[in-house]
T-cell receptor, first 117, second 114 residues
Framework: EAQVTQNPRYLITVTGKKLTVTCSQNMNHEYMSWYRQDPGLGLRQIYYSMNVEVTDKGDVPEGYKVSRKEKRNFPLILESPSPNQTSLYFC????????????????FGAGSRLTVL | AQSVAQPEDQVNVAEGNPLTVKCTYSVSGNPYLFWYVQYPNRGLQFLLKYITGDNLVKGSYGFEAEFNKSQTSFHLKKPSALVSDSALYFCAVRVQTGANNLFFGTGTRLTVIP
């Protein structure tokens, strides 16, 4: 089944303890992105990747890191989590990166709910 | 800069009645516009998109949306609401010449009352 898989789905951690949320897609998609969803704020983009080894900041990148060493994986790293990073996180992917390739539909993972105490 | 406004946090409609979920946008250039739906404990699912051409776009589950360039709006509609349509709906926009970075609205919670 074509899908975007995120792990863990739920995580409670403490301030300062490094964590990684993994994201993997099995559709050979070129473009991947991370969003966070907060009440009243909708979805805000954290980082995105146009292809392997190509990443860039979204609207709210502070406190996060990403890497794209392989096409299928795009992990989100919180080096020193803080309570304001408590949120619902979504990974998404699309076949093409966008420029000149039309209106690509994003496929979303099921989400990862992170609580930082 | 891009922005999306969904002026209603909550929309309630009786089952069988028509529904409208409003969306207005601002973008520098020609837009691609999208509607996504989120059911409880699920990721976002694609409903429909506007690329160019016909201003009335038909999508999944009987939903449609009308693109209005002069009013910069892209309202989501359905002629007859079902209880199963109750969910959180997001409008999103990106400029046609840019990367596939969608900018989302804050979402509208639709409740269909039996």
């Amino acid at each position: 089944e074509a899908q975007v898989t995120q792990n863990p789905r739920y995580l409670i951690t403490v301030t300062g303890k490094k964590l990684t949320v993994t994201c993997s897609q099995n559709m050979n998609h070129e473009y991947m992105s991370w969003y966070r969803q907060d009440p009243g704020l909708g979805l805000r983009q954290i980082y995105y990747s146009m292809n392997v080894e190509v990443t860039d900041k979204g609207d709210v990148p502070e406190g996060y890191k990403v890497s794209r060493k392989e096409k299928r994986n795009f992990p989100l790293i919180l080096e020193s989590p803080s309570p304001n990073q408590t949120s619902l996180y979504f990974c998404a992917s699309s076949l093409h990166s966008g420029r000149g390739s039309g209106a690509n539909v994003l496929t979303f993972g099921a989400g990862s709910r992170l609580t930082v105490l | 800069a891009q922005s999306v406004a969904q002026p209603e946090d909550q929309v309630n409609v009786a089952e069988g009645n028509p529904l409208t979920v409003k969306c207005t946008y601002s973008v520098s250039g020609n837009p691609y516009l999208f509607w996504y739906v989120q059911y409880p404990n699920r990721g976002l699912q694609f409903l429909l998109k506007y690329i160019t051409g016909d201003n009335l776009v038909k999508g999944s589950y009987g939903f449609e949306a009308e693109f209005n360039k002069s009013q910069t709006s892209f309202h989501l509609k359905k002629p007859s609401a079902l209880v199963s349509d109750s969910a959180l709906y997001f409008c999103a926009v990106r400029v046609q010449t840019g990367a596939n970075n969608l900018f989302f609205g804050t979402g509208t919670r639709l409740t269909v009352i039996p």
